[in-house]
């Protein structure tokens, strides 16, 4: 009764895996696991499971990790315990091993757990595709950018968009990866700097000394000499505080139509950080859902298979929000849906307001000034023209 059905011959699966909700990073850390039971909480209370199909994910295995991984990290990190004692507020430990136990990247219970959890998801997604047997595939649980071979990074340990694409790679030429969350996509960027076969496009707030990682600018193409094929491939956006909805539109339509033309991709891996909306609590834009979800409706009208990833999103609330309806866009029931969130919605005095798009004033009570001006945007979309003219098919 709910009127969403499941849409003819176009089939989205849903990859998730209760377990990995259930891990908890600290009382104070932002990254919250619990976010994607509150955003599944939603997707279900819309009736949405009906139009998909649902999976219950596996565990990636370590050979699966070891894919992209170093066989050092995945060892340690399979056998380092929690500490007893928590160490105070700063990371100031001289000597982290491989970058765990800092306060970005603590170590919890079950935390190799945890992290296979969100790489078993991404790979069953990406099998769901390769096989050809979903058109859009969704792990909310994965899109962990910043995790690199042998090195754990801002809340992130295993990088399973990274071992989802190389997956992707047995099946498909070419693969383009798009990256909406708030952060740099680094860790995804420097697996592929030296293959042709797949294109990073990351949008980010980009301030060398202020904001997480710091990597990302315009010029930053990835390594350019005559032998690299990579050398081209990767396009980054970098964005100042307070962007909207309509700039990002602009942005992201001109230039992944323009990359869609020249690369001529054949799957596509859209990462969903949902730390780009307004009102995250380590974000800076003032992206609405509707923003955000306009990029995914862009992706999926490129008619290429897609994989969506979670990511970044650390005002729950607003993580939900964002995740339900993009989820609806990719069933293709968006127009059915009501802005009035279900009554029968758990937790909804979680979500302050009861609309599944409130305003910027209600989110934010004052937007957030705006410091992307629009020569600025113009100059970005330049560099990327300029830049694809290396890049062919
Ligand atoms: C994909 N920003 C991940 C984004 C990773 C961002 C950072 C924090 C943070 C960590 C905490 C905490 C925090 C309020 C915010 C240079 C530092 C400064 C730690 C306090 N509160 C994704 C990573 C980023 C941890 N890291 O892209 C425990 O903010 O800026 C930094 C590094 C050193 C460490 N300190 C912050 O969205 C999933 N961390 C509270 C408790
Ligand atoms: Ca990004
Ligand atoms: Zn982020």
């Known amino acids: 009764e709910s009127g969403i059905t499941r849409p003819k011959g176009y089939n ?17 850390h932002p990254m919250k696991p619990w976010r994607l039971t509150l955003s599944k909480s939603l997707i279900y209370s819309y009736g949405m499971s009906f139009a998909m199909d649902n999976y219950v994910s596996r565990a990636a295995t370590y050979e699966e990790l070891a894919d992209f991984h170093s066989t050092d990290y995945l060892d340690f990190l399979g056998t380092v315990l929690p500490e007893p004692v928590p160490r105070d ?52 649980g ?32 070419r693969v383009l990866y798009i990256d909406i969350d708030v952060h740099h996509g680094d860790g995804v960027e ?16 980009y301030d060398p000394n202020n904001f997480f990682p710091g990597t990302g600018a315009l010029d930053d193409n990835g390594p350019k000499n005559e032998q690299n094929p990579g050398a081209h491939h990767a396009v980054n956006v970098p964005l100042n505080d307070g962007i909207t909805d309509e700039q990002y539109d602009m942005l992201f339509n001109t230039i992944i139509s323009r990359i869609v ?6 799957a596509v891996a859209l990462q969903c950080g949902a730390d780009s909306l307004a009102g995250d609590r380590l974000g800076r834009f003032n992206l609405q859902v509707q923003g955000h979800g ?100």
């Open 261 to 266: 033309e020249k690369f001529r991709p054949s």
């Open 294 to 393: 306009a990029c995914v409706e862009f992706c999926k009208r490129m008619n290429l298979p897609l994989i969506l990833f979670g990511g970044g999103g650390y005002t729950p609330r607003n993580v939900a929000r964002a995740w339900t309806y993009e989820t609806s866009i990719a069933i293709g029931c968006q127009d059915k849906i009501s802005d009035v969130l279900p009554q029968h919605t758990p937790w909804r005095d979680q979500f302050r307001q009861e609309t599944l798009f409130p305003t910027l004033e209600q989110i934010l009570g004052e937007p957030r000034q705006n410091k992307n001006p629009p020569k600025r945007l113009q100059e970005i979309v330049n560099h990327v023209s300029e830049q694809l003219r290396f890049v062919q098919a």
């Open 12 to 28: 989205v699966s849903f990859h998730c895996n209760p377990e990995m909700e259930k891990h908890h990073f600290g009382v104070t």
């Open 190 to 205: 420097e697996a592929f700097f030296s293959t042709d076969r797949v294109m990073t496009v990351s949008f980010h707030k």
């Open 89 to 140: 507020v700063e990371n100031q430990n001289p000597d982290l091993k491989f970058n765990l136990g800092g306060s970005d990247c603590p170590l919890f219970e079950g935390l190799y757990d945890y992290c296979s959890m969100s790489a078993g998801s991404a790979l069953d997604a990406a099998r769901k595709i390769c096989a050809k047997q979903s058109d859009i595939a969704i792990a909310w």
């Open 142 to 173: 994965g899109g962990l950018h910043h995790a690199k071979k042998a090195e754990a990074s801002g809340f992130c340990y295993i990088n399973d968009i990274v071992i989802a694409i190389l997956e992707l790679l047995r099946h498909h030429p």
